[in-house]
């Protein structure tokens, strides 16, 4: 971490004024009030963030800890408060979304359009026989579409499950099949960096695939109008099923703990699992964290480049900046097409001033930036820019500074959020008008998140010490549950050593000696985050074993990277003898697409290294420390007396 006392960029005047948490007192109050009654400021905002049909009498019930209830008898819809809600307001004509496709179309979307829209695909679902509490998986385009299937989907009361169009075939059906999804909603194709990738013919793969026969039907958003094959019965053309159909629907009024979404991602162990997430709690802390977080008053143009398909994109589009009634920038493309200018072009264009983006982007629009004056950031005016933002991933204090120079102008605050899919919104961030920022620091608690350093057992580790994350006490927005599994949700975020009482993050982090600030040092179990992707070791482990007329044994590391944040590097032995050269180059070739195909392409291991064996232990343990120095390419210093057979790490250490 930077020197505080050196390196701190306080609020400045432009942002602070006017800001909804204005000045570090402001803050300061807010966490003393959460600290001197945590339910009372939580129910408090509560009443003044959402709208209820019913109102909770009670806030908090921890009786059946960890499984924490909020607000659990008061009764909402979440689709109501995102658009009915905006519209009753006045903000009917006011545009919520402006939606920019691949190729550069601009489309401007007022919230009465989005409403009616969601009304009529919410009563097409209805007239498929979807109820309250189906599931339903979205495979889907960033697009209008997309947010329209989640929304309608928080209309009805059915819990979305939202996949990311990356994912492959394999994956969507594990999906599917952990679901029990009785409808899939997907798109022909999707267009994304001038290129058209298929998804229908990905959905219809999953479903051949088996054990989806709890799919009724699959709904299709044409796209690009591309060619795709057609199961009589099954399938429905969006526009067919919606055209009909009345502009407004009824919302399921639904308990505040009725699950609004699963989303899977990835843990320790090889199976992805389905994060739950409530109604009531998780859309009040998207509303207060949009607000306080990106300061998002009734005028600006926010814009999130995440996708739909993750966590980030649900909070900080789908739900957080809806339910504020703001306005945002949806991107449908990739920021390198036509070229590695488009990002600084669409914020000029949209006047953008609230960005939010990831950096493993900033990285590679750096890189792009420095080798070609054309897509430098100063050939564009974004002087409409007031906030920016970092999602994902540690920013590391070099992408800051640029990020904060050229992007920010040297004037826009720049809020690194940390939280997680867990987490359901931000937990540890700065407040733009509040915070003073410290390159590479995450800062301090969102207010009412009592996030803290603790040591093996739980205890706290003065500052200046690195442990391990935790969170102290329940906060509205977290994890409810692993959807079918609820005992690893308890082994994963409820450990015993920790006597069950904190959230553990899976996080190590270390608070500033001085400020108290958070940096987190990153993830301390077996988890990677390639470009602020989560990938689980142990996932892509069980795919290259499941090549069985190839792979024998396979382990997987991280290594650091300058642009994706950590690399994937996959250590093989195959059941032939280990290959050299050309071969050896094929083979990975070969494991690598075998991958993308199991998993996903955000899952091919940039690294393939071939031995005779692994460094193990003479009880037959992995010894995945060793392999990340060799994948690192530092010389290894550790203790190898334990290992069975020390020269295997030369030769893992070969390249080819
Ligand atoms: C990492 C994404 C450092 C962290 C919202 C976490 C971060 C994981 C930050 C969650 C940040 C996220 N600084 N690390 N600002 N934000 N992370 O579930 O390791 O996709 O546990 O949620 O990303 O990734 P997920």
Request: hydrophobic letters at 40%; proline letters at 6%; a negative charge.
């Amino acid at each position: 971490m930077s020197d505080a006392t050196t390196a701190l960029y306080p609020a400045p005047d432009s942002v602070s004024k006017g800001a909804f948490v204005s000045g570090m007192p402001a803050y300061e109050k807010l966490v003393a009030e959460a600290e001197a009654d945590y339910a009372g400021y939580w129910a408090r905002l509560a009443r003044e963030f959402v709208e209820w049909k019913t109102p909770f009498t009670k806030t908090l019930d921890e009786s059946q800890a960890p499984f924490f209830k909020w607000f659990e008898d008061g009764t909402l819809n979440v689709s109501h408060n995102c658009l009915d809600r905006q519209v009753a307001a006045g903000l009917g004509d006011k545009v919520a979304i402006i939606f920019e496709t691949d190729d550069g179309k601009v489309s401007r979307h007022t919230y009465s359009d989005l409403l009616a829209r969601t009304a009529k695909l919410a009563n097409a679902l209805r007239a498929q026989g979807v109820k309250k509490g189906d599931r339903v998986v979205i495979y889907m385009p960033m697009s209008i579409e997309g947010i329209v299937s989640m929304q309608a989907c928080a209309r009805i009361g059915a819990t979305h499950s939202v996949v990311f169009g990356g994912f492959s075939a394999q994956s969507l059906r594990d999906r599917i099949q952990d679901a029990g999804a009785v409808l899939v909603l997907t798109a022909d194709e999707q267009q994304r960096g001038g290129k058209q990738l298929p998804l229908k013919a990905i959905v219809d793969e999953a479903l051949s695939l088996g054990g989806c026969e709890s799919v009724k039907n699959v709904i299709v958003y044409k796209r690009t109008g591309g060619n795709i094959a057609w199961h009589e019965g099954r399938d429905l053309w969006l526009h067919d099923v919606t055209e009909k159909q009345p502009d407004t629907a009824e919302p399921e009024w639904v308990s505040a703990e009725h699950p609004l979404f699963l989303l899977y991602t990835s843990g320790s162990t090889g199976k992805p699992k389905g994060v739950q997430h409530s109604s009531g709690g998780y859309l009040l802390h998207a509303a207060v964290t949009t607000k306080w977080t990106f300061d998002l008053h009734p005028d600006d143009i926010f814009w999130c480049t995440a996708d739909i398909g993750w966590v980030t994109g649900h909070t900080y589009i789908a739900y957080g900046p809806l339910a504020l009634g703001g306005t945002q920038v949806v991107f449908e493309g990739i920021p390198t097409f036509p070229d590695a200018g488009r990002f600084w072009k669409m914020i000029q264009d949209h006047k953008v001033s609230i960005f939010y983006t990831a950096p493993t982007a900033i990285r590679s629009l750096i890189k792009a930036a420095e080798g070609n004056e054309a897509v430098h950031p100063k050939r564009y005016d974004l002087t409409s820019l007031r906030i920016l933002g970092s999602v994902g991933e540690p920013i590391n204090p070099a992408a800051w500074e640029w990020y904060h120079q050229h992007i920010g102008g040297g004037r826009c605050p720049i809020v690194d959020t940390f939280w997680q899919t867990e987490t359901g919104g931000h937990v540890i961030t700065p407040l733009p008008g509040a915070t003073p920022l410290v390159p590479g620091s995450c800062t301090l608690p969102f207010p009412g998140i009592q996030a803290a350093v603790v040591d093996e057992t739980g205890k706290d580790v003065p500052w200046g010490q690195g442990g391990i994350l935790v969170i102290k006490k329940p906060w509205p927005s977290m994890i409810r549950t692993i959807y079918g599994d609820p005992e690893r949700f308890k082994k994963s975020y409820y450990p015993e050593d920790f006597k069950g009482k904190y959230y553990l993050a899976g996080d190590g982090a270390i608070r500033d000696a001085k400020t108290g600030y958070f940096t987190i040092t990153g993830r301390i179990d077996d988890v990677l985050n390639v470009s602020g992707h989560r990938m689980g070791t142990m996932e892509i482990e069980s795919a290259l074993v499941a090549h069985t007329d190839l792979v024998a044994e396979a382990a997987v590391v991280g290594r650091p990277d300058d642009t994706t944040g950590e690399a994937i590097c996959a250590f093989v032995v195959l059941k032939r003898p280990r290959p050299t050269g050309d071969e050896a180059k094929a083979i990975a070739k070969e494991l690598r697409d075998w991958v993308g195909k199991e998993i996903g392409p955000i899952a091919k291991p940039k690294d393939i290294r071939f031995g005779d064996n692994l460094p193990k232990t003479r009880s037959g343990k992995i010894m995945r420390r060793l392999l990340r120095s060799v994948a690192k390419g530092e010389a290894v210093t550790q203790d190898t007396s334990t290992l069975e057979n020390p020269a295997i790490l030369d030769q893992l250490g070969q390249a080819y």
